[in-house]
């Protein structure tokens, strides 16, 4: 009688989960279909513009222009108070919710910032397309509120995974990013059923991953170990630069010019002018070339700093993209810059400096040496670990996004639970 | 003033992080160094005792007088209630501490164990091993005991990276393994460390990592997919069936065999006559060579089932080693088995099956995805994903380690903190 409870026991247990499994692999797969097919369009639009962009540079002079469109439509849709990824960061923490018309904004401005020059990155409006989505489709099959959070991640996973083609990462970012230190593994099953689904129909559609080759591997010695942590000191303070060069030019503008019209056509006009003064197009848009030549151990000495000037310009004005490729452009500069002062393959500083920054301001470890895998492969993988753990360690709680939670202390194994500071 | 207030501030701060950092960053690559040596002194130990034991194979006749040895050195050292890995990581939250006679003692036995046949793995006794040296280390230097937590996660990193050449898996499992959920990443500096030291150091002494080669690769399309995900449901199901039968034999011995003696020698005899049944060496020691097969595509179809019979009955009887290498040989064997069946790369399955056996029975899906790119290299990647993302779902809250926390439920976002069922 007793084991005939327990099997029965046992038998409800394993169909609840099978149930469970069953729901989530479907809606998953289907989330990642859709926010794959949104963010391979939205590649695929970027591409385009990026590349009528670059035979057409006077498109710069428009800037101006650009930039009050983009602000005309936010208060058109009677959303100013855009906090970008942030906003993402905040749905998961079930604070707040991702209005839908986010999503096709995000998708235009993004869009404008880069066909006329803004210096940004795509990943952070795919992050809130993906969430965007993923948060609309959880309410129309009438989620409840814990699992609505799970939807955002995935929707996330989704799109990171779409455009950037780094499924393996993209399922861990989503779980990691949001509270430093706590692993939501309730979502493992659909953000890497979402992010796979995703990055297949992306690579389909001819979206392919940046894949990047290090030249000249030095052994890994005691010598070459030392100067990547030098150079993995070196990440961190530059993170926390970043971080305090977004922040700090932000309330410059928010206390200073108040209105968000004049504020664009300010920043765009000091854009414009540094451009004509540095006579360059390396800081318009995402810069990947930028970031394939240094890569390759070719690097302008300044170009780390004039990155992070034009990227606080555009983004802090109102100009929309995201974060996350100029902090890889910052530390692969800076990197190759490293390599060739201290005398170790700059190919290899490159790459260690753009995983080391990357890390630095997003906070998240396991992503940074996910990514690094999938972008460089196996080889190199100690001089990875060193320069990302070292640059997490010594960033501080600086971080991009205001609404991220870390969790745990990074010096004491102590519960703080404090927002990042940026 | 004010200003050089605020400089002093973070020039202070800076100092204190670059102190933490250096003062890590030279004990952890200490105790890299040093479980590095130790661990890689028991790796060429095990190796040599492997190998005369695979040339003389009658010593298993000798494993009662075997078991009778090792129950006797632990009775001498007084040390009978013994929880194995579980002791470690109740260090690591703190509730208790690991002695260090535990060092020598886990040491001789694993060796024993391996020299007469027993069917045991190696990490955990390596685990074991690093953490009860690192805990050492860490009082002789006087470190608090939030740090001494950091301490022995260090060690185990070491000895996981130098006894199995993994240094990326062997980082993060310490700081995954101790509370599911949440990653101790004030460790990760260290961890990284000594884990990168210890692995070049068993490098360099010439234990490398055994690395596999997947044949026959299909590509990622929905129907090798819903395969894999089949495999995945069956490796959950398997690793609570070998969690369970681990557990229940150890209960049944604790009840029906109080006497230590008695208890060793009828399950030596059991495996004596067992062995003689089947008339193989397939199942004494870890079993690499047969996980080798496997993954080459052959398999006895039953291996699977024989190896958690004598796993259980070796290390439940209190012969030593571990259970991470017969969970490799289980998943390994019954994946080449599945694949063989249901007609896809038994190849591929047996690696799949390995890590999702892994997955499910540590509860740690990082790690199980790192071991994967350390051992089978980034193809395949998204099979791997598949497996070790469903086996995790699906595996509940069983556990090897009964002193492992599940903190967060794998179901929903929900805070739940409760030990692993075993």
Chains 1, 2 share one sequence.
């Not at 500069?333 to 290899?348: A, K, Q, R």
Request: aromatic share 14%; with cysteine; net charge positive.
């Amino acid at each position: 009688m007793r084991q005939i409870k327990m099997i029965r026991f046992y038998i409800g247990r394993i169909m609840r989960n099978l149930a469970v499994f069953i729901r989530w692999g479907i809606f998953s797969a289907f989330v990642g279909l859709f926010v794959g097919a949104f963010s391979t369009l939205f590649a695929f639009c970027l591409r385009q513009v990026t590349s009528f962009r670059t035979e057409n540079p006077w498109l710069i002079l428009c800037l101006p222009l650009a930039g009050v469109v983009i602000v005309f439509l936010y208060g058109v849709f009677r959303y100013k108070n855009d906090k970008g990824t942030n906003m993402v960061l905040s749905s998961i923490h079930a604070e707040a919710e991702v209005p839908f018309r986010m999503a096709p904004l995000i998708f235009i401005s993004t869009i404008i910032t880069h066909l006329f020059g803004g210096s940004a990155g795509r990943e952070g409006a795919a992050l809130q397309l993906g969430g965007s989505i993923g948060q609309q489709l959880g309410k129309l099959f009438r989620f409840d509120e814990k699992d609505q959070r799970i939807v955002v991640m995935c929707g996330m996973s989704a799109a990171f995974s779409a455009i950037f083609g780094t499924p393996i990462a993209a399922s861990i970012f989503s779980m990691e990013v949001v509270s430093v230190g706590v692993m939501y593994y309730a979502a493992l099953v659909p953000c890497v059923f979402s992010s796979l689904v995703a990055s297949k129909f992306a690579n389909h559609m001819g979206i392919g991953p940046n894949v990047f080759k290090i030249r000249q591997m030095p052994l890994f010695e005691v010598v070459p170990s030392l100067k990547v942590i030098g150079l993995a000191l070196c990440c961190a303070a530059l993170s926390v630069v970043f971080c305090m060069a977004l922040h700090s030019l932000g309330d410059f503008y928010r206390n200073k010019l108040k209105n968000p019209y004049i504020r664009i056509i300010v920043s765009s006009l000091v854009i414009i002018l540094l451009t004509i003064i540095l006579q360059t197009d390396d800081y318009m848009g995402a810069g990947v070339p930028v970031i394939q030549r240094a890569i390759q151990g070719n690097v302008e000495p300044l170009a780390f700093v004039w990155k992070i000037v034009f990227t606080a310009l555009t983004l802090e004005a109102g100009f929309k993209g995201g974060e996350i490729v100029p902090s890889f452009f910052v530390g692969a500069t800076f990197g190759c810059l490293f390599g060739h002062i201290v005398g170790i393959s700059p190919s290899l500083c490159a790459a260690v400096g753009m995983m080391s920054v990357f890390c630095g301001v997003t906070n998240c470890p396991i992503t940074s040496m996910l990514i690094a895998f999938e972008l460089f492969g196996y080889h190199g993988v100690p001089f990875f670990l060193l320069g990302i753990s070292v640059s997490y360690l010594m960033s501080g709680y600086y971080g991009l996004y205001h609404d991220q939670t870390i969790v745990y202390s990074k010096y004491k194994t102590e519960y703080i639970n404090r927002k990042a500071r940026n």
